[in-house]
């Protein structure tokens, strides 16, 4: 069975490596283009390619003291009318308490004569502009003249990062395909550095320390649906500074600056960051002796704690391992971030007598953690574990609507960080809650007049907490307008009612009648009838030919479609949709299809199941056509024959 992994290697290099001669590499000169690189028109595994990179360079020189400089010469060449939008070029760079300038850009256009001969164009500097992006970010933009089908650029630049402990080194990958792709390291002596690397191709080529990576016949790196943080997937080298060599007064001495994730837990234990939250336990007595009886058992203490945080404090909508705010301020304002709320129900439950800790997390769209080293920076988010009889309950109170045993979608990311004096560990989230879309449908087609639907429909799980969003709005035409998309355009709603919109433990139920504008004429021979009236899958979510990145549905999904139909006087079943199974590669997903009738109805029940809840890409077609075919089986319909008297 194929699966999807995800790959990482971490080397330390404490010297300086002799220059490893990468192979195939082609001329990099500037301004020097190849006849092959001339003749290019499209991209042999990418045929869909607007443009292409003929090779993407670059290396890095670490001078502990000073800046470090990244140096990078790329080249693209156009190969079709959609292509020359890569010549307008935008150079993000981080100057937030300067840490980061660009320098020495340089950038022309490339095109040939009718004999051949080339013609150069520069970017002036004059056309270089430095544009702030917000209060953190600028960046460097250009755009290259007389750009066409067949015209190669290139430019270069240096970045200077004062980010000497962390930073993100080289991306093979970009948003085209990548003909070649290479990156070095220069380190003195002095300096040692971590180097971690993230990417399937890389670890296999590179299982031994170097300091010269290249790839070749690298996939366009393309931000698709579906997927929280696409650069999980990239192949990519992070620097983390690991220790250097100093000097005093004529003596050497190496300056170790390896920590550990038990050192890390015992740091943020004791930083004000939390102290200031976990060592109020005045304030919480107060507040627990409100909240709680005193005899509850341990489980419903958990619950009526989660469920008061969570009413108490609106979520700011920052995702952040640190406070920002002392608690007495929070508590005022209401409003917190991530870090805030959920340290706050740490300091409660733990006032209640039970145990419990932070977890550090990363959310699905901040990316995934490197556990094999320790580094803050790759967590966003905290929550609070609590341990009930042997059991770990993970509570994050920053989402009204999620209950108190379903974590929200974001921190679906498998595992965290407990941080606990005595035992610092690695533990695995819970899992995602059973979630499930229910439709039933009664539909009386007596008096084809006056033809009446009954629909009910039920949400549980994560699909539950999206529509309670919807719905919990005093808004009627809003709420209307939400429904109405699953109906035909000419369809009505009336008699809506909401069961159980507050009651966040219980399924969302909705219950409605529809009415056609138009009703079906009685004196009609034959009648077609499409029976889904209600129909959450109008069309293929999976629209790509092609995918080169795992789809990430981050939770089981199961979605179900009962229908009751009663003939109407007058008319026989000419023809009904025969029944179908469909069955994805691996037990990934399944789809039943049953119609039958009897006694005057006609009964449909449909069941959608993806088992799994990442996909990966190579099943993509398989799953892209699971959808069509369930898509083309809900176009169908019942045909009504009008029997003879």
Known sequence: MRTLKSFFLLFLLAFYLGSVQAQNAPNTKWGKVT????????????????????????????????????????????????????ANVSIPFYFFDNLEKITDVDAQTINVDGSGKPIIQKVENSQVFENKVNDKWKEKSFSFPSVKVGTIIEFRYTTLSQSYRFLDGWVFQNNLPTLYSEFKAAIPEHVSYHFLINGARLLQKYREATNTWSLTNLPALRKEPYVNHYMDYAEKIQFQLAGYTKIDNGHSSYEDLTTSWEKLAQERLEDENFTRYLNRHGLAKDIV?????????????????????????RWNGKYLWFTQNPLPNVLESGEANSAEINLFLTLLLRQSGLEA????????????????????????????????????????????Y???????EEDLVGFGYLLDKKAPRWIENMKPTDTRQAVFIEADLSNLNQPQYKVNLRYSGYLAVNERKIFDNPKKEHLLKHLSRLHPADYQIDNLEIIDVTNIENPLVLTYTLSAAEPDDAKKDFLYINPLVVNHLKENPYKNESRFLPVELGYPQNSTLTISLKIPEGYEVQELPTGKRLAMPAQMGEFTYMANQANGLVQ??????????????????DLREFYTQIISKYSEQIVLKKTAR
């Open 604 to 621: 449909i029940r449909t069941s959608i199941v993806v088992k799994q809840p990442t996909i990966p890409s190579e099943y993509y077609l």
């Open 35 to 86: 006849p092959e690189e001339w003749k290019m028109t499209r991209c042999t595994y990418d045929t869909s390619a607007n443009a292409v990179v003929l090779f993407d360079k670059g290396d890095i020189q670490f001078n502990y003291g000073r800046a470090i400089s990244i140096n990078r010469h790329k080249r693209i060449k156009i190969l079709s009318t959609k292509g020359v939008d890569e």
């Open 402 to 408: 999620c209950p108190f045993d379903q974590l929200s």
């Open 357 to 400: 800790h932070p977890v550090m997390i990363s959310t699905r769209q901040h990316g995934k953690v490197f556990r094999n080293y320790p580094f803050m920076e790759q967590f966003n988010h905290l929550l609070a574990n609590v341990q009930i009889q042997g059991k770990d309950y993970q509570l994050d109170a920053i989402d009204r």
């Open 289 to 313: 002796g409100k909240v709680l009886i005193g005899n509850e058992p341990d489980l419903e203490k958990m619950k009526k704690l989660y469920y008061y945080v969570q009413q108490t404090l």
